[in-house]
């Protein structure tokens, strides 16, 4: 009786010990799973944000969300801040998420998301808010702009967070700019400058200033063409190389400049054009309709216009035909010179032919040696045919 007494205790104690243990076991899950879990959240100023806070795991406590002033806004699925921009989206016991429309630089900063528990266990989020740069101003252009002029161009675009970036274009050729960046608040005014002197070669040239933001899905730009007003510039251009007597003579005169000359003057050796009836002048031209020897001189076209004056000259030597015929090439000496050259060079050709084939097969072999150090004829031919025994085992020699 009493071994089956004791037989009891020990299966209750083990039982007991069972429970305990899974009891443990859930009371550390649902510690573990009691933990509210969030993220941080990026929204564009004026865009829309939802903000959530889950657990894994709940016993029947309620989650809080708190704004950065830790005012409650919702505890649970019940409104506490009167602001119709937040809204609920989701209330449950494993999560709470709400919605903040027409997000303001202002809703930026740390949110806090409570779980009830004891203690209280508690998560933050951070909210960073975009500003939105405003459209990029160009100012500093002056109507119009004169050459040799300095002048800034300013673009400015307020509102942005965190700072936008500027860049310039003339046309389409990125120039560099000084950048300027003044806080206000929580945005930022951003102002880029470019600064240069004024040349022609600026009239109609489009310069673009692009702000860059992260805010942004593709850069804003505004542009501004430049007009640059400069005095003219004059070029004559004629239509004969050599002009002659008789001949039909134009002499067109090409003036650029902003604002175009409306008219250009015409001037001979200083003076006026002496002979009106031959030389007429129809809108920018001059033409001569037959050229003589009294049209010799100095030409000059003069254009204007409010910036300044500009001309051009051209000197007119009017040719006589007869004389140009009379001085024209001599084809006679022209082909004695030729006949001479050829001449000479068959000259040539044939000495150095001649003295080629003279000292053609020159040279000296063993066998000759000595032979021309003899006194005398007989003695040059004992030693050639002395020397002749070996000729077979000699090599020749080139002189």
Same mark, same amino acid.
């Given at each position: ?220 730009? *505004?542009?501004?063409?430049? $007009?640059?007003?400069? =005095? ?8 004969? #190389? /050599?002009?002659? &007597? ?115 097969? *020159?040279?000296?072999?063993? $066998?000759?040696?000595? =032979? ?8 040059? #031919? /004992?030693?050639? &045919? ?14």
């Amino acid at each position: 009786m009493i071994v089956k007494l004791h037989l009891i205790f020990i299966f209750y104690s083990l039982c007991a010990s069972v429970f305990k243990v899974a009891g443990t076991k859930s009371k550390a899950k649902g510690s573990q799973g009691q933990f509210p879990i969030t993220q941080n959240v990026t929204v564009v100023e004026g865009g829309t944000a939802n903000m959530t806070c889950r657990v894994d795991y709940n016993d029947n406590t309620s989650l809080q969300w708190s704004n950065p002033a830790q005012q409650t806004l919702f505890f649970g699925d019940k409104k506490a801040l009167r602001d119709h921009r937040i809204e609920l989206v989701r209330a449950s016991s494993l999560e709470l998420t709400i919605r903040i429309s027409d997000a303001s630089l202002s809703d930026e900063g740390l949110y806090t998301c409570s779980l009830f528990t004891m203690p209280v266990k508690t998560t933050k989020a951070f909210l960073t808010v975009l500003g939105v740069p405003g459209r990029p101003a160009i100012t500093g252009f002056t109507e119009p702009a004169m050459e040799g002029e300095e002048i800034t161009l300013t673009c400015t675009t307020s509102g942005s967070k965190p700072a936008a970036n500027i860049r310039w274009f003339r046309n389409d050729k990125e120039v560099q700019g000084t950048k300027e960046v003044n806080a206000t608040g929580k945005s930022s005014t951003v102002k880029s400058s470019l600064q240069f002197q004024v040349d022609k070669r600026d009239n109609g040239v489009a310069y673009t200033c692009s702000v860059e933001h992260v805010s942004l899905s593709k850069p804003d730009v *505004t542009t501004e063409v430049l $007009e640059v007003h400069y =005095a003219p510039q004059v070029e004559i251009i004629h239509s004969l #190389i /050599i002009p002659q &007597e008789g001949q039909y003579f134009k002499l067109e005169c090409v003036s650029i400049g902003n604002p175009k000359p409306e008219t250009v003057l015409w001037y001979k050796d200083g003076g006026e054009l002496p002979d009106i009836e031959r030389m007429i002048v129809e809108g920018w031209d001059l033409t001569i309709t037959a050229l003589n020897k009294t049209d010799n001189g100095t030409y000059r076209c003069e254009a204007s216009n409010y910036v300044g004056t500009s001309f051009a000259e051209y000197i007119l030597f009017v040719y006589d035909p007869n004389a140009l015929g009379q001085h024209g090439p001599d084809h006679a000496l022209i082909g004695g010179v030729v006949a001479v050259v050829v001449f000479i060079t068959l000259c040539l050709i044939i000495v150095l032919g001649r003295y080629l084939a003279r000292h053609k097969g *020159t040279y000296l072999t063993h $066998e000759a040696k000595g =032979a021309e150090d003899a006194p005398d004829a007989d003695t040059a #031919i /004992i030693n050639a &045919e002395g020397n002749h025994v070996h000729a077979e085992e000699k090599k020749e020699y080139f002189i």
